[in-house]
């Protein structure tokens, strides 16, 4: 399934169920087929999605090597980091929505 993001001031913003779902648990908005972000809750959103990402990113900072690390742990995890999709792109995109919507005066719905 997809989530379909909305508003009558940007372009659509599409996730996977399990990303968008993820996104709306970190606004506070439940996983439902349909809902509405207003224009008050744009700025609250924001800060939440901002935090979130500062927080794992602080926490994925890598650690000071260890002499028990082989070069393979370390090939190992470079290949993993750099496969991962990090929630800062993954919310870029939903953040432009949000405040290009906010500045506007237009809300963002999804399944609508």
Known sequence: ????????????????KLNAEEVLQIIGKPASPTGIITVEQVPAAVAALKAEVQRREAMGQPQ???DERSPQDEV??????TDLVTLRQRVT????????SAAAGKDVV???
């Open 1 to 16: 399934m997809l989530y379909k993001f909305k508003s009558q001031e940007a372009a659509d913003v599409i996730m996977l």
């Open 64 to 66: 000071a090597a260890s």
């Open 76 to 81: 190992d995890e470079a290949k993993a980091r």
């Open 93 to 100: 995109p939903f953040i432009e929505l949000l405040e290009r």
């Open 110 to 112: 999804w399944g609508v």
